[in-house]
């Protein structure tokens, strides 16, 4: 490797690294922005698309969405959703973790349904990434959360539904721009959000200056987290990328206990510390992988 290709990587690192720590704080946003998880979605997604029109018109023009870009937000919508619910009734660390889950299930996806078998490694990986899960779930008594099994069980669900979107969009990135999709993925998935907040009866606007600002922040997080790792990881080996994304969990639970208390007993952090590690054996098992250099984890 030549010293301008080492420079080039370590840049694409330290961008990976950057963007992943700005998803880290979207749990912490959601819980102060004062209104109910679904409209925390919907100010996300509204604020964000003022910054992301300008990009994907300056990545190669708007066109219309496709109909995998359609897809794309409706799937973003469910994993916004359900994970903003985690976030709500389990510790943020808790549901971050599960939520990452996803490509565990994008690999189980390709063997099972595309046929495309994985090599042995990822039975291993996900006998681990389950037994993680166990782990975390199998102890609740003190756990922090309105109701931890109900905040977990939307946490695990939102990693199938990220793992369709990130499906959907490795087929749409065939074709067309990662900002482009990032928009009309946004687009998508507002108006569905906002209807799911007015049909649970959600407090919609925020309640506090700071309120308002957390969700200005998740707007911002949106684009500058989400746009780093896309263009980080169409830089770097997805092997590398997979592992450094996972400090978007470890971060977000950090954050967790230092903001809102929320400590993790020993046996959560040995179940968050086996997921991680089936999530990187998984990610490295897959057989084409699956990911495409657009996705990035949740959130």
């Not at 989400?226 to 590398?240: D, F, H, N, S, Y």
């Not at 007993?265 to 968050?272: E, F, S, V």
């Given at each position: 490797m030549t010293e301008a290709a080492r420079s080039a990587r370590w840049r694409a690192v330290a961008v990976l690294v950057l963007g992943a720590c700005t998803i880290a704080f979207s749990p912490i946003l959601v819980r102060l922005t004062t209104t109910g998880p679904a409209a925390a979605a919907a100010w996300r997604l509204g604020l964000a698309l003022p910054f992301l029109v300008p990009l994907a018109a300056r990545g190669g023009g708007i066109a219309p969405p496709s109909r995998l870009a359609l897809v794309a937000g409706v799937m973003f919508a469910l994993d916004l959703g359900f994970w903003h619910y985690g976030v709500k009734y389990t510790s943020v660390g808790v549901a971050t973790l599960l939520s990452n889950l996803a490509p565990v299930v994008v690999t189980a996806f390709a063997w099972i349904v595309l046929k495309q078998r994985p090599r042995p490694a990822f039975l291993l990986a996900l006998a681990l990434a389950l037994a993680g899960v166990g782990l975390i779930a199998a102890q609740r008594r003190g756990a922090p959360g309105l109701d931890p099994p109900l905040g977990d069980l939307f946490s695990v669900t939102t990693a199938l539904w990220y793992a369709l979107y990130m499906l959907a969009i490795a087929q749409a990135r065939r074709r067309e721009t990662a900002s482009a999709l990032m928009l009309w993925s946004s687009a998508v998935g507002l108006p569905l959000v906002l209807a799911a907040a007015l049909l649970l009866g959600e407090q919609i606007l925020p309640a506090t200056p700071a309120g308002w600002l957390a969700c200005l922040g998740l707007g911002l997080v949106h684009v500058?987290?989400?746009?780093?790792?896309?263009?980080?990881?169409?830089?770097?080996?997805?092997?590398?990328?997979?592992?450094?994304?996972?400090?978007?969990?470890?971060?977000?639970?950090?954050?967790?206990?230092?903001?809102?208390?929320?400590?993790?007993?020993?046996?959560?952090?040995?179940?968050?510390?086996?997921?991680?590690?089936?999530?990187?054996?998984?990610?490295?098992?897959?057989?084409?992988?699956?990911?495409?250099?657009?996705?990035?984890?949740?959130?």
């Open positions: 500058g987290g989400q746009g780093a790792i896309a263009w980080a990881m169409g830089r770097l080996p997805a092997a590398v990328a997979s592992v450094v994304v996972l400090v978007q969990p470890v971060l977000a639970a950090f954050l967790g206990w230092l903001l809102f208390h929320e400590a993790m007993t020993a046996l959560q952090m040995l179940g968050a510390v086996v997921v991680l590690v089936g999530v990187v054996l998984a990610q490295r098992a897959a057989v084409p992988p699956p990911l495409s250099p657009g996705s990035g984890p949740a959130g």
